[in-house]
Nanobody
Framework: VQLQASGGGSVQAGGSLRLSCTAS????????KAWFRQCPGNQREIVAS???????THSDSVKGRFAISRGAVKNTWFLQMDGVEPEDTCVYYC??????????WGQGTLVTVSS
């Protein structure tokens, strides 16, 4: 499984951004699709996830502002980021976990929020 993340960039506080992740390879074995982020000085943390049965979770720090969703085709998922704050300035990674519990990462996309 190979993951390609895109959509990062610079945005002003209060604005919106949409991240995309496209998977290639053995996409039928993906059981969980997620977004993580690593903010300056912090460890990588999970932002949101969506399971193959549609179950969705969001971290408390983004709940109500960010939304994970699946694309119309099986191999894409998104992170809609609304009401961004300077504290959301991080490198965002898409992540996939397979039914065999293997984990794959995208290359990371930088989001910079200016106040």
């Amino acid at each position: 499984v190979q993951l390609q993340a895109s959509g990062g960039g610079s945005v002003q506080a209060g604005g919106s951004l949409r991240l995309s992740c496209t998977a290639s390879g053995s996409i039928n074995v993906i059981a969980l699709k997620a977004w993580f982020r690593q903010c300056p000085g912090n460890q990588r943390e999970i932002v949101a996830s969506i399971a193959s049965d549609g179950a969705i979770t969001h971290s408390d720090s983004v709940k109500g502002r960010f939304a994970i969703s699946r694309g119309a085709v099986k191999n894409t998922w998104f992170l809609q980021m609304d009401g961004v704050e300077p504290e959301d300035t991080c490198v965002y990674y898409c992540n996939a976990r397979t039914i065999g519990n293997s984990v794959y990462w995208g290359q990371g996309t930088l989001v910079t929020v200016s106040s």
